[in-house]
């Protein structure tokens, strides 16, 4: 396989409710990742889009909707689709239109719109249940990752107030983000006393729903060095999915998730994560699923995530930065978008382009991580200089 | 095990009945603003690339040749040509749809016709009266030969 460069990223705001239509947003993100590789349209030879539920957007055709403002026309053009995985999963898939020798170039672009759907966005969720088992209960993905965290902090013995902690971090990060939809400084009082939504979660342990769009730029070793003097590689890439009855599973711990993970390392030969790379962008649409993530990615040992938070190791001066981007709880959480706004921050803190959020310590390996579908895929990327 | 279409009786087979409601509410977004907000006026706009000096219909924020970023918005000055033409009866009325293209732009739309409208004629967009207009397609009763 040949190796695959990441050589430029964008990304638009992250607002509850954005003015551009998804096209738009697609080609906000895009133009800017062109921009920032020095690299017209005609220059990239395939395009592969992400979007999570067609109901989002409300246009049932979502891929090809989209199509246009990707950049996608008359291209070999794919949308690909694992529910809150698909931001990673884009990128995945572009690698391996150009690992494989197929094209030099791919522009890889993840899009949510979120706001369309009334009353909101949460209630299309049901579009995705068991039309037997569990939608006549009326669930939504909340009451799920609920019994999920209940579970994960029933075994190990963690409260509440341990994973808020995550909360106060991330929308701490994203304060310095210049696309922020929720950044801000709380404390973890703050997150006990929030609205409760379905306990244990509660307002302020949940990001936000979202409009917005991400993209990045990859190319192969060659063509990567005609554009830029720092290529960011994609050195590890992995993916797993288990059953879609989340039942089958002990909540507690993501299994395909270190499975994923697994497949990533053997690729980039790292035997051991904690110490081989430098940080992470996990996937944090809730603040437990940080620490439940780093457990499954090898990166804390299991049950210890939320000691290393509390330790202030997580922090972005900390000795193994986590989500110095902010995260879905600080920065957003359009679907899509939000799992490809972490590849765009690995490459961003790989090049020192990070600004106000680059990472204190001199940083040359980094993960993106993204997780979906109803509680069974993990995608996971590994980068470097 | 197939349900054979002569099972009438359908609960026999254990079934679940439900309904997912959707209801959205959309965003014309940055182009389509300025599209209706032309409409309202009594235009037709399309979106202009300054560097392949070409206009496009419906008007985007993007060149579709070049995917350059797009500000300029033009009013379309010439007339629209009738490419295709389709019919349907509601009752004893005839509705007739045809896509409309006009000269020196890429793309067209889609808009009911007068009657005597055919295939080939010039047209032009027949607006309701100003103070009735929404920001919508249906601000434009219908095309009519020129
Ligand atoms: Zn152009």
Same mark, same amino acid.
């Given at each position: 396989m040949r190796k695959v460069a990441v050589i430029g990223a964008g990304m638009t705001l992250f607002r509850r409710r954005m003015m551009e239509t998804g096209r738009e947003l697609s080609f906000e993100a895009t133009r800017m990742a062109l921009d920032s590789a020095g690299m017209e349209m005609k220059e990239v030879e395939g395009v592969v889009m992400g979007s999570a539920p067609d109901a989002f957007d409300g246009v049932h055709m979502k891929g090809e909707y989209l199509l246009e403002g990707? *950049? *996608?026309?008359?291209?070999?053009?794919?949308?690909?689709?694992?529910?809150?995985?698909?931001?990673?999963?884009?990128?995945? +898939?572009?690698?391996?239109?150009?690992?494989?020798?197929?094209?030099?170039?791919?522009?890889?672009?993840?899009?949510? $719109?979120? +706001?369309?759907?009334?009353?909101?966005?949460?209630?299309?969720?049901?579009?995705?249940?068991?039309?037997?088992?569990?939608?006549?209960?009326?669930?939504?993905?909340?009451?799920?990752?609920?019994?999920?965290?209940?579970?994960?902090?029933?075994?190990? *013995?963690?409260?509440?107030?341990?994973?808020?902690?995550? +909360?106060?971090?991330?929308?701490?990060?994203?304060?310095?983000?210049?696309?922020?939809?929720?950044?801000?400084?709380?404390?973890?009082?703050?997150?006990?006393?929030?609205?409760?939504?379905?306990?244990?979660?509660?307002?302020?342990?949940? +990001?936000?729903?979202s409009d917005g769009a991400a993209a990045v730029i990859l190319a192969s070793e060659d063509v990567a060095k005609k554009y830029t003097d720092e290529p960011v590689w994609i050195d590890g890439?992995?993916?797993?999915?288990?059953?879609?009855?989340?039942?089958?599973?002990?909540?507690?711990?993501? &299994?395909?998730?270190?499975?994923?993970?697994?497949?990533?390392?053997?690729?980039?030969?790292?035997?051991?994560?904690? $110490?081989?790379?430098?940080?992470?962008?996990?996937?944090?649409?809730?603040?437990?699923?940080?620490?439940?993530?780093? &457990?499954?990615?090898?990166?804390?040992? $299991?049950?210890?995530?939320?000691?290393?938070? $509390?330790? *202030?190791?997580?922090q972005r001066d900390g000795d193994f930065p986590v989500n110095p981007s902010g995260g879905l709880l600080g920065v957003g959480n359009p679907i899509a978008a939000a799992g490809m706004m972490k590849v765009c921050e690995v490459f961003w803190q790989l090049r020192g382009e990070a600004g106000k959020r680059q990472v204190k310590k001199e940083v040359k390996r980094g993960l993106a991580q993204a997780w979906g579908d109803l509680l069974q895929i993990g995608t996971v990327i590994t980068m470097r200089r | 095990m197939p349900i054979n279409e002569r099972i009438c009786d359908v609960t026999r087979i254990r079934n679940w009945q439900d309904s997912i409601p959707l209801h959205y509410l959309y965003t014309t977004g940055i182009a389509g603003e300025r599209f209706f907000k032309g409409i309202m006026q009594g235009k037709i706009l399309a979106s202009r690339c300054k560097r392949c000096k070409e206009s496009f219909i419906p008007p985007r924020i993007y060149c579709v040749n070049c995917y350059s970023k797009i500000e300029e918005f033009v009013e379309v000055g010439g007339r629209g040509r009738v490419v295709a033409v389709a019919e349907r009866r509601k009752g004893r009325k005839r509705i007739r749809y045809a896509f409309v293209r006009f000269e020196g732009i890429k793309g067209g739309i889609i808009h009911s016709i007068d009657d005597d409208v055919k295939v080939g004629d010039y047209v032009k967009p027949v607006f309701l009266p100003r103070e009735k207009r929404k920001g919508d397609l249906s601000d434009i009763t219908f095309f009519v030969k020129t």
């Open positions: 990707a *950049g *996608g026309i008359n291209r070999p053009y794919t949308r690909v689709f694992v529910g809150g995985a698909t931001g990673v999963f884009v990128p995945i +898939s572009a690698w391996w239109h150009v690992a494989s020798g197929l094209f030099d170039t791919c522009l890889a672009v993840a899009e949510e $719109k979120m +706001s369309p759907f009334l009353p909101h966005p949460q209630y299309a969720f049901w579009t995705i249940f068991d039309h037997t088992l569990e939608r006549p209960l009326g669930v939504n993905l909340l009451w799920i990752f609920s019994l999920e965290m209940r579970r994960y902090m029933e075994v190990h *013995g963690i409260r509440e107030e341990d994973i808020a902690l995550v +909360s106060v971090k991330n929308k701490g990060n994203a304060l310095d983000h210049p696309c922020s939809q929720v950044a801000a400084r709380i404390t973890v009082d703050d997150v006990m006393k929030s609205e409760p939504i379905c306990l244990p979660v509660k307002r302020l342990d949940v +990001s936000p729903t890439v992995g993916w797993n999915v288990d059953t879609q009855y989340w039942t089958n599973r002990d909540l507690y711990y993501p &299994e395909y998730l270190e499975k994923a993970a697994r497949m990533a390392y053997k690729m980039a030969r790292i035997e051991n994560p904690r $110490k081989q790379l430098d940080f992470a962008e996990v996937y944090d649409p809730f603040d437990y699923k940080e620490l439940h993530h780093l &457990e499954g990615l090898l990166l804390a040992e $299991k049950g210890k995530a939320a000691e290393m938070t $509390k330790e *202030g190791i997580t | -």
